[in-house]
């Protein structure tokens, strides 16, 4: 693409209802992309997609720009989320690097082509931020953090349903980092409602791409309901 020397083919099944869109506003830009199967039920990679077409029509270089960029935030992020824990600070770094140089990310698919994982797992990093900080308090209620751990924890996975998983162990990978145990019933409680935050946020996600994706019917529009949209 602009002589990056790679295709992707979500770039091309994407491209296409795009550039033929009669509608270029951002609803009938969507509109015309959630008619894609695997599409819908990524509504983060439809806006993301979107933005790109809104931004510079086309033009894969900006496209496969902001992807490296957000895999390098995403990066920074995982070190900065496993830095504030304690017992994983010195090794913060080690851990960063072999992750971000395994296979699964060195392939040109991740650097040039699948904008929706990145993205996902910079909200993975940031759920697992909000999660290290929420351990690190002695005291407080915390609403707040647990409200950006669900908000968090939602995007991801309107962004990459993958990550689903990882995300519901991330409480209890955070607390066995801090060392929690029956002194700390605090800590115990917060393993609960971290994971209560991460599942409601997937919960109500899923609901509404499961609905969208498997309903009667496809909305016109990212607004609409499907819930409420009955087969002709």
Known sequence: MCGLGYYSHDWWAYREPLALSADRSWSGLYAAVAQLPMAAVRPGQIMWYVAFEKLAPGNAAIAHLANNLVFALSALVLLAALRSIPSLRRAAYYLVLIYVCLPTFSVE????????????????????????????????????????????????????????????????????????????????????????????????????????????????????????????
């Not at 996975?157 to 991330?170: I, P, Q, R, T, V």
């Not at 919960?203 to 609409?224: E, I, N, Q, V």
């Open 109 to 232: 698919r991740m650097w040039y082509a699948n904008h929706q994982a990145t993205l996902g797992l910079l909200l993975f990093s940031l759920a697992l931020l909000v999660a290290a900080r929420l351990f690190a308090r002695e005291r407080g209620r915390d609403v707040l953090l647990f409200a950006l751990l669900a908000l968090a924890a939602g995007a991801c996975n309107l962004m990459y349903e993958l990550f689903a998983g990882l995300l519901l162990a991330l409480p209890a990978f955070v607390a066995l980092a801090y060392g929690v145990d029956g002194t700390r019933p605090f800590a115990e409680r917060r393993v609960i409602g971290a994971t209560a935050a991460i599942a409601a946020g997937l919960g109500a996600t899923t609901a509404f791409k499961l609905t969208y994706h498997y309903g009667f019917a496809l909305p016109a529009s990212p607004t609409d309901s499907a819930l409420f949209v009955k087969k002709a």
